[in-house]
């Protein structure tokens, strides 16, 4: 069992940073893709940015390329979203979640990914 606990969210004001950590438990870790996701009130859960197991590569969507990025650290067993330059557009709560399969990347699809955390909630205030 694999269980993923986001932190890290609070209300900030437009322009400011936030660094989200997803930590991980369990000796898996390290070798599966991980992911965060987010869904704003009213909308679908959508991609937000991927890694893959070494944390060499990565994904993003276009909403947040250029002002998020995406890292992990597999000797402490979590991943992390630092989120520069926020928008009030980028107000939801945020997931992190683990890859199902073996593919360097998880993809961007919720069905991609098998195990979820219980969500942070970032705030953007205009």
């Known amino acids: 069992q694999v269980q993923l606990v986001e932190s890290g969210g609070g209300l900030v004001q437009a322009g400011d940073s936030l660094r989200l950590s997803c930590a991980a438990s369990?000796?898996?870790?390290?070798?599966?893709?991980m992911g965060w996701f987010r869904q704003a009130p009213g909308k679908e859960r959508e991609f937000v940015a991927g890694?893959?197991?070494?944390?060499?590569?990565?994904d993003y969507a276009s909403s947040v390329k250029g002002r998020f990025t995406i890292s992990r650290d597999n000797a402490k067993n979590t991943v992390y979203l630092q989120m520069n330059s926020l928008k009030p557009e980028d107000t939801a709560v945020y997931y992190c979640?683990?890859?199902?399969?073996?593919?360097?990347?998880?993809?961007?699809?919720?069905?991609?990914?098998?195990?979820w955390g219980q969500g942070t909630q970032v705030t953007v205030s205009s």
């Open positions: 369990g000796r898996t870790f390290s070798i599966r893709a």
């Open positions: 890694i893959s197991r070494s944390g060499g590569n990565a």
């Open positions: 979640a683990r890859a199902r399969g073996s593919d360097l990347l998880g993809g961007s699809y919720e069905a991609e990914y098998d195990y």
